[in-house]
């Protein structure tokens, strides 16, 4: 019976070890490579006639593009910051997204809405 409950003890021990070190892995590759999150994201499909989007600039600011029905852009001028894998947003941080998956190609982020939980795929435009 003692047996038996250290082999479980064990290998909970183990999946949670395995885990945060893969979720420390992550946001290490993030660290090492921030410049893949600079240039223009968008969430929606690339070739729809006005697709918002948002641009993430060198010097830490961010333009939040995004056009209404008739192609009529409306501006957000805001600044960022990238912490370990997640992207603080706005003066007073009111928006943090966490990255998932983070490539020159694709952005997959997860946060919080009044809906619970939500992802976003973006995908880099030029």
């Known amino acids: 019976m003692k047996l038996k ?6 290998a909970f021990a183990l999946t949670f070890f395995i885990t945060s070190c893969n979720s420390d892995k992550d946001s290490e590759e993030i660290n090492s490579n921030p410049n ?5 994201w968008t969430w929606q499909e690339p070739t729809a006639k006005c697709p918002s989007y948002r ?3 060198t010097n830490k600011t961010l333009i939040y593009m995004q056009f209404d029905g008739n192609c009529k852009a409306l501006v957000d001028n805001l600044t960022y ?23 020159d190609k694709i952005m997959i982020t997860s946060f919080v809405s009044y809906n619970g939980i939500q992802k976003r795929t973006y995908t880099k435009i030029p």
């Open 55 to 57: 641009e993430f600039k």
């Open 5 to 10: 409950f250290l082999t479980t003890v064990f």
């Open 81 to 103: 910051e990238l912490v370990g894998d997640k992207i603080k947003i706005g003066s007073d941080e009111d928006e943090t997204e966490t990255i998932i998956e983070l490539t």
């Open 36 to 40: 893949l999150i600079i240039g223009k």
